[in-house]
């Protein structure tokens, strides 16, 4: 069975510091893999996907995720948080040829301190 | 720019009540979601909704669990007899194609609180 494991729970950075979140998943076959962002307050947006081609994605708001295959991970990247960064932060797979459930992992708190 | 809207927010019931959680999805898309999420705990998917028919569903969704898009518009999950461990966050979700290759488009969530 798919699953994600996502390895902090809680992240507190000062801004412009540069941040990495890690994601692993658990799948023997392909994969497409996706990071959700929630605003306080707000709904799950998406952030980034990858399906397949560059494992480098560029996502929105400057942030970006690397997909390396062979350590079943998508870590998402970005040089220089800001306070507005401040979100919980959700990593998810799904497999290509199926019905689209995805599969989340547990989510990511990250405070920016101004 | 469209987006999914759930009502109500919130939702406070008693043991044993049913209760209707209600979801407007993008207007022009076929396929819909309802996850939820157990306060600490993962985002876990319920079923999946295709041409008026569950697709998929999880071990969750068990008899006590229907989905139902009675009009043009709308999506609804309903819990037969809520038990205290339905509570929870609950998402709807749509997208325009099924599979994995797309974007689900969610909403704001309800906050169910079973006592």
């Known amino acids: 069975a798919q699953s994600v494991s996502q390895h902090n729970h809680h992240v507190i950075l000062s801004e412009a510091a540069s941040l990495e979140l890690g994601c692993n998943y658990s799948y023997g076959g392909t994969v497409n893999l996706f990071w959700y962002v929630q605003y306080p307050g707000q709904h799950l947006q998406l952030l980034l996907k990858y399906f397949s081609g560059d494992p480098l994605v560029k996502g929105i708001k400057g942030f970006e995720a690397e997909f390396i295959k062979s350590k079943f991970s998508f870590n998402l990247r970005k040089p220089s948080v800001q306070w507005s960064d401040t979100a919980e932060y959700f990593c998810a797979v799904n497999s290509p040829n199926q019905g689209g459930k995805l599969i989340f992992g547990q989510g990511t708190e990250l405070s920016v301190k101004p | 720019e469209p987006e999914v809207t759930q009502t109500p927010s919130h939702q406070v019931t008693q043991m044993g009540q049913e209760v209707i959680l209600r979801c407007v999805p993008i207007s022009n898309h076929l396929y819909f979601y309802w996850y ?34 009675p009009d043009g518009s709308n999506f609804t999950l309903k819990i037969r007899s809520t038990k205290l461990e339905d509570s929870a966050m609950y998402f709807c979700a749509s997208s325009g194609s099924m599979g994995g290759n797309n974007e689900q488009f969610f909403g704001p969530g309800t906050r169910l609180t079973v006592l």
């Open chain 2, 36 to 69: 939820r999420q157990i306060l600490g705990q993962k985002v876990e998917f319920l079923v999946s909704f295709y041409n008026n028919e569950i697709s998929e569903k999880s071990e969750i969704f068990d008899d006590q669990f229907s989905v139902e898009r």
